[in-house]
């Protein structure tokens, strides 16, 4: 069984930073591609940001400039920098993992932690 864990989120104001740290654990024989999603209250997950596991890179283009996704692949750990938060950034971020194991090739997530900004 895998398991990611996600740390980090909590309450800034508005222009701050913050950084969401996603750890997978478990017997895990290789990640392909990790992500970052967030949903607001009343409206659908949106993918926020992914990495491929040779390091390319794509965002939705509010976060473009502000946000930056990266990952350890020796400690199985993908991160969002986020700078310049603004209000319409809350939402609970959920960090998702294409991981091979021996049963085969599966999507995990984890449980979600909140970010919220205050203008």
């Known amino acids: 069984q895998v398991q990611l864990v996600e740390s980090g989120g909590g309450l800034v104001q508005a222009g701050e930073s913050l950084r969401l740290s996603c750890a997978a654990s478990g017997t895990i024989f290789f990640i392909n591609a990790m992500g970052w999603y967030r949903q607001a209250p009343g409206k659908q997950r949106e993918l926020v940001a992914a990495i491929t596991s040779g390091g390319s890179t794509n965002y939705v283009d509010s976060v473009k400039g502000r946000f930056t996704i990266s990952r350890d692949n020796a400690k199985n750990t993908v991160y969002l920098q986020m700078n310049s938060l603004n209000p319409e950034d809350t939402a609970v971020y959920y960090c998702?993992?294409?991981?091979?194991?021996?049963?085969?090739?599966?999507?995990?997530w984890g449980q979600g932690t909140q970010v919220t900004v205050s203008s």
């Open positions: 998702n993992a294409n991981v091979y194991t021996i049963g085969g090739l599966n999507h995990y």
